[in-house]
T-cell receptor, first 114, second 117 residues
Framework: GDSVTQMEGPVTLSEEAFLTINCTYTATGYPSLFWYVQYPGEGLQLLLKATKADDKGSNKGFEATYRKETTSFHLEKGSVQVSDSAVYFCALSDPSGSARQLTFGSGTQLTVLP | NAGVMQNPRHLVRRRGQEARLRCSPMKGHSHVYWYRQLPEEGLKFMVYLQKENIIDESGMPKERFSAEFPKEGPSILRIQQVVRGDSAAYFC???????????????FGDGTRLSIL
């Protein structure tokens, strides 16, 4: 079945540092890929997405590129802020079948220190 | 412009009681998904519903759990005879009707935190 493997945390960075959170996936079809962010006590918010190979999703300074050859969708940001502290989830969904559920990675806790 | 609304935000039950969790999807969304998040873990899919239909319940425990999405009103996730292991955050997500071959992003509610005493 489909699965997502995410870089384990927690990750602690200083403000303005470069961020990479690794994500690789296994899927039988051609999935869409997502990054969601969860702030304490809240639900998940869609951060960015990519629906086909070589697509780059971007939002709020975060970027991720859909790499089919390495089955990866790593999240990057050039300069993190304290307000980026949250849990980040990589997820996939296969749009070709009737089942549309998201398959999530285990999440990566990010803490940014001032 | 209300997003996905879940209530209650927090629910405390004693072992053996019933828990009912409600989810109202975003306006215009006819697809609802329920996920469970255990402490320190990612979200796990439970069930996918459209109005009056269960489309995929492959992630639902075989006993004590049920879900519905009636023609009128919110979607309900029902847990009968709760046990300590049911303690978790339960998230609902919704999406618009699916266009062929596409994948609409799911929008999440803030969740219901269920605690079993």
């Amino acid at each position: 079945g489909d699965s997502v493997t995410q870089m384990e945390g927690p990750v602690t960075l200083s403000e303005e540092a470069f961020l990479t959170i690794n994500c690789t996936y296994t899927a039988t079809g051609y999935p869409s890929l997502f990054w969601y962010v969860q702030y304490p006590g809240e639900g998940l918010q869609l951060l960015l997405k990519a629906t086909k190979a070589d697509d780059k999703g971007s939002n709020k300074g975060f970027e991720a590129t859909y790499r089919k050859e390495t089955t990866s969708f790593h999240l990057e940001k050039g300069s993190v802020q304290v307000s980026d502290s949250a849990v980040y989830f990589c997820a996939l969904s296969d749009p070709s079948g009737s089942a549309r559920q998201l398959t999530f990675g285990s999440g990566t806790q990010l803490t940014v220190l001032p | 412009n209300a997003g996905v609304m879940q209530n209650p935000r927090h629910l405390v039950r004693r072992r053996g009681q019933e828990a009912r969790l409600r989810c109202s999807p975003m306006k215009g969304h006819s697809h609802v998904y329920w996920y469970r998040q255990l402490p320190e873990e990612g979200l796990k899919f439970m069930v996918y519903l459209q109005k009056e239909n269960i489309i995929d319940e492959s992630g639902m425990p075989k006993e004590r759990f049920s879900a519905e999405f009636p023609k009128e009103g919110p979607s309900i996730l029902r847990i009968q005879q709760v046990v300590r292991g049911d303690s978790a955050a339960y998230f609902c997500a919704s999406s618009p009707p699916k266009a062929a071959g596409s994948n609409q992003p799911q929008h999440f509610g803030d969740g219901t935190r269920l605690s079993i005493l």
